[in-house]
């Protein structure tokens, strides 16, 4: 079992950036492929980006590619989503998961461990 801790929420201005990091708790870390999900108030957990174990290969949501970037550091256990040019829709909690499917996946059942999330507000 691995334990995943997000941090690097907030408030953020329209246009502005936020870096997102997902902290795991075990050494496997790279054994894993680590997606981004997020949830806004009164909708449906949504895919936003993951990234491979394996060769770090990614994978993103339509709404956010071109803005959002995501990376792993393995010896540091930790990944990131670099999150830019936010908009009002990017409002949500995110939260970070962890998978071991071969091939990366949007669906949010395929993802084993789940963070606590963080809150993402983008208001003027």
């Known amino acids: 079992q691995v334990q995943l801790v997000e941090s690097g929420g907030g408030l953020v201005q329209p246009g502005g950036s936020l870096r997102l990091s997902c902290a795991a708790s075990?050494?496997?870390?790279?054994?894993?492929?680590i997606g981004w999900f997020r949830q806004a108030s009164g909708k449906e957990r949504e895919f936003v980006a993951a990234?491979?174990?394996?060769?770090?290969?990614?994978r993103y949501a339509d709404s956010v590619k071109g803005r959002f970037t995501i990376s792993r550091n393995d010896p540091e256990r930790t990944a990131y989503l670099q999150m830019n040019s936010l908009n009002a829709d990017d409002t949500a909690v995110y939260y970070c998961a962890a998978s071991t499917t071969i091939l990366l996946t949007t669906t949010p059942s395929r993802y084993a461990y789940w963070g606590q999330g963080t809150q993402v507000t983008v208001s003027s």
């Open positions: 990234i491979r174990r394996t060769d770090s290969s990614t």
């Open positions: 075990k050494s496997t870390f790279h054994g894993y492929n």
